[in-house]
């Protein structure tokens, strides 16, 4: 079983910047995918973010203005969200799993889940 905790949210203004940390307990050996999703209130969780082998994936709407980013030797992935706007506000998850690259945007694809973070945006 992987342990992933994340921190990093709070509540910014519009404009501000971000960064969402997750930390995991050990490095799945099979070849991973660490990613960001997020959920509003009364919506369906989303993806956000992916990175696998060294590619990354973008939700349309946070392209240009999330990174994600990971350090193996630490154990941690990281989310810098540049830009923020009042729709990104959600709770963020981080997750991994080892998704077909079909499904990877599929929260259903991943296995071990982090607790969650708000991100608060306001106007």
């Known amino acids: 079983q992987i342990h992933l905790v994340e921190s990093g949210g709070g509540l910014v203004q519009t404009g501000d910047s971000l960064s969402l940390s997750c930390s995991f307990s050990e490095r799945p050996s099979n070849r991973p995918t660490m990613a960001w999703f997020r959920q509003a209130p009364g919506e369906e969780r989303q993806f956000v973010a992916g990175?696998?082998?060294?590619?990354?994936y973008y939700a349309d709407s946070v392209k240009g203005r999330f990174t994600i980013s990971r350090d193996n030797s630490k154990n941690m992935f990281y989310l810098q969200m540049n830009s923020l706007k009042p729709e990104d506000t959600a709770v963020y998850y981080c997750?991994?799993?080892?998704?077909?690259?079909?499904?990877?945007?599929?929260?259903?694809?991943?296995?071990?889940w982090g607790q969650g973070t708000q991100v608060t945006v306001s106007l």
């Open positions: 997750a991994i799993g080892s998704p077909i690259l079909s499904a990877l945007r599929s929260d259903s694809a991943y296995a071990y």
């Open positions: 990175v696998r082998s060294g590619y990354t």
